[in-house]
């Protein structure tokens, strides 16, 4: 694998800290605006929104410099954001400081997967976009429990300061071993929008909404779920999510490597097994050595699917694919938020904390059935086409989209 890769890995370490670093720290921040927790949560909101809004709108915008360029303005912006929230003097501020750093989140992660995918060969470029993805779950692993500890010891605004100059590290190493890969000539804003037409496209974004939504249905309310079923102390949630990182990064590296040889099975078995220990989660919840294992595996069966998820819209786009790259990563985002609101409701109607479990697993099952609706309809397009009665051709079947 290039060098280029583990720059983008480092970038994307320093973005999903600071992504999730946030949700330890809430009670500390808090106290020192002196704002409710609730107010604080603003925070994570403010940044889920941003990475939506700001996949698209950045990478319109880079649409007339290289990539590698964009890349580097987005990971100065990442810098500014983490700079403004460690230095932020009032709480509004700080909330302006994520908006700022999370606008660069989805158009680095949609940009970069299509520069990580030109940087090897063709039966290699799903295993390239999860070396990228690999920093994104070390985050989970490495930099949010220590982020969180360090801004519990010496306050958050150092762990923000620290984030920051990750980001430092992340701009130098793209710009000094990230290529500066031409543009494909005669592509313009139009060509990338015209993805869009493609249904492929969009089942592959809503198989990303669905599928990663199952995960986060479960895992946004695992604090009240451990402890108020499964009966850990509050001190052993922290490393329950280690737990979850761990099987991320696995899930990750084995979604990429069979990706490259059979990406569709390898959908439908993540997200055929995901459902089922999502289902299953409403058991063994109730156990704590089951509940840890099943923490990891929703961890890594979640995470399998994303380096086939968007190598599947990168061929469904080819010839244009970063903007669909990068809506595809604020695609992740939505389904987080979506299945967050189902869970809590659910909860809120009294079904108890194990119920998001099951909301997860129909989301995942949903997004199984679209995987399958998606191979269908590809099946049919590529059909060769057939010769009736008299000599006549029958209808040709639409061209196959890669």
Known sequence: MPLALLALAIGAFGIGTTEFVIMGLLPEVAGDFGVSVPTAGFLVTGYALGVMFGAPLMTVLGTKISRKRMLMLLMGLFIVGNLLSALAPAFAVMLIG???????????????????????????KAGAIAMMFTGLTVANVVGVPLGTLVGQSAGWRVTFGIVAALGVVGLAGVAKLVPDLPRPEGVRLRHELAAFKNAQVLLAMAMTVLGFGGVFAAITYIAPMMTHVAGFADGSVTWLLVLFGLGMVGGNLVGGKYADRALMPMLYVSLGALAVVLALFTLTAHHKVLAAVTIALIGALGFATVPPLQKRVLDQAHGAPTLASAVNIGAFNLGNALSAWLGGLVIAAGLGYTA???????????????????????????????????????????????
């Open 98 to 124: 994520r908006v700022v750093a999370s606008l660069a989140h989805g158009a680095f992660f949609g940009i970069g997967s299509v520069v990580a995918a030109d940087l090897v060969a063709p039966d290699k």
């Open 356 to 402: 998001p479990n099951w909301v997860g697993a129909v989301l995942a099952a949903a997004a199984l059935i679209l995987a399958f609706v998606s191979a269908a309809l590809e099946r049919r397009d590529s059909a060769p086409s057939t010769v009736v009665a008299g000599g006549t051709p029958a209808k040709q079947p639409l061209a196959v989209r890669r």
